[in-house]
């Protein structure tokens, strides 16, 4: 991802900077540091909260430039929630940047029913992913009683080999229009965005910042 593609967002580059924290040759510690709190609203009104995986920045037309990408379970109660109310917000608390990220705005819901450019997002995020990470479309559905343990390979065969998204596979797009960054410490600051979809691209000349 270069730079000049998220001119008119900031805070992607301090997102990204604070997840590479570690060292770009630390796998370990940058996955870690993309596990972030996803909260929702529930149909009955209560807030929901659960941790994701941060899959990174959407790179195709459809959507901003900054939406961020996530995967779940079809049958999971989030997917209720989204579809009650489609805001939800993220949080990320890196400790080795000593740095704080709230995110939020629309978050959009790709399954398979969803259109062909969906679909193909789906589909392409899908193939990226190593066959033991998605091995929980094949389980039974959330929150219901499962035989076995979770690391039962006759699961991951399974779905081992198959080139087609499982229908219980999820992708979530989130498009923020807020984002809340606080960094801790002897330098302590606070940087709050607010997405104007008024303003033009800074790329283009005589552009506002749309951030």
Known sequence: MTQSRFKCAPWVESLNKAIRCGGTKNKRLIKANKYMQLATTAVDGRPHVRTVVFRGFYTGQRYNPWAMTFITDMRSTKIQDLRKNAFAEVCSWISGANTQFRISGRMHVLTADSD?????IRQDLWSKLPRHTTAFCTWKAPGQPKDGSYSDSSEIKDIEGDDDAHPNFCVLVLEPDFVD?????????????KYNSHQSNPDDDGGSPIW
Do not use: C, F, V
């Open 116 to 120: 062909e450019i969906d679909l193909k």
């Open 181 to 193: 960054h606080l960094r801790l410490g002897s330098n302590q600051a606070r940087w709050i965005y």
